[in-house]
């Protein structure tokens, strides 16, 4: 069965790090690009990372921008986003996805073919 993992969440303090993974099984990701969502109680799912591909190409969500990153291990058939100098907004569940449309270098979150069961992100003082 095809599926996704994430791993890697926990509680933190205010600029503390994390890195989240994301283990793909049953498909490879080569062939897809792989997107990081979140989502809190009460709020939409939103994006926060995106990587092609194709030709590598990443997107953040400018909340993100200089504290997060996404990179790919093709050969581990993982995602990974580390997370820096982390936020108490940054805090909700994160679900990585193999998504199948990209527009403009977004990963478009309703193309996803395959969803992770989410990891908890949760940064308090």
């Known amino acids: 069965q095809a599926q996704l993992v994430e791993s890697g969440g926990g509680l933190v303090q205010p600029g503390g790090s994390l890195r989240l993974s994301c283990v793909a099984s049953g498909f490879t990701i080569n062939y897809y690009a792989i997107g990081w969502f979140r989502q809190a109680p009460g709020k939409e799912r939103e994006g926060v990372s995106c990587i092609n591909n194709s030709d590598g190409s990443i997107y953040y969500l400018d909340s993100v921008k200089g504290r997060f990153t996404i990179s790919r291990d093709n050969d581990k058939n993982t995602v990974y986003l580390q997370m820096n100098s982390l936020k108490p907004e940054d805090s909700a569940v994160y679900y990585c996805?193999?998504?199948?449309?990209?527009?403009?270098?977004?990963?478009?979150?309703?193309?996803?073919?395959?969803w992770g069961q989410g990891t908890q992100v949760t940064v308090s003082s």
């Open positions: 996805a193999a998504v199948t449309r990209i527009v403009q270098g977004i990963c478009v979150m309703k193309s996803a073919a395959y």
